[in-house]
């Protein structure tokens, strides 16, 4: 199981983006602007981009800026940017993404517990080697490696059927993903910030059960799940920050992280007067498990 976190080998280059470059750029004259680039989707290999088949809302244009559109959320190691991808002049092609930039070492104010990592593997041993010897090459795989982490847990539970936010590309220690919020770009709540009735609140539980119960069957835990990696978006709850997801199997502490979400969980609901027990819901989750 821990092969979701195994980095592979450079994958065959797909020309096929390149094709329709010239006949996509014809059409638009223009040149990135302030804040704009232009859409790194053609640049990236196939194993770099979302599962297929993609939504039909992802725009895959070699035509297509990229503009940043403001800052979502600050964090410790990684900040959400609001990112618009759009072909100018064709108001069909244009979706709102939320870009996950994660710092490298030496700029993050705090460094993920090796209690996460446990039980991981890479196939690369260029990289294995690289980031044993701290060498340059390994600062960079160091810097890069929670971005492809995060997508590649993104992928996964996304074909599981898993309520997270449709991964669609990662470049480097940038990783684009679905936004859930509006069209005016206007983010979903957290659940810590919902103030729903208790009928609201029972639902909302029952719906964090369930995404617990399908991380377990594929022998995960989220490893770090509270109420403010959970969002509220139109009526259901979207799990978010993945990089930490843990095997629970190969990790050592897996049992110990999957009980800590069990009781994370379970104490915010309480407060909020719906009823659950922590123990109660980790020994579902341990049947669902084995």
Known sequence: MSDLFASSEAASFDAS???SLETELSFADVEPGEDQRWSTW????????GPEPWPAWVVTSAGALDTERGILKTGKEADVFLLERAVPGDPAQRTLLAAKRYRSAEHRSFHRSSMYTEGRSTRNTRDTRALARKS???REVAAAQWSFAEF???CRMWE???PVPYPVQVNGTEVLME???DADGIAAPRLGQVRGDRAELQEYYAQVVDLMRIFAAAGFAHGDLSAYNLLVHEGRVRVIDLPQIVDVIANPQGLDLLHRDCVNICDWFTRRRVDC???ALFADLLGTLF
């Open 277 to 279: 027990d922590p123990e």
């Open 17 to 19: 983006p390149f094709e």
């Open 136 to 138: 340059e090459h390994g």
């Open 160 to 162: 599981l059927g898993a």
């Open 152 to 154: 590649e847990a993104l």
């Open 42 to 49: 053609p640049a990236i290999t196939p194993s770099e981009r």
């Open 179 to 181: 936004f859930l919020g």
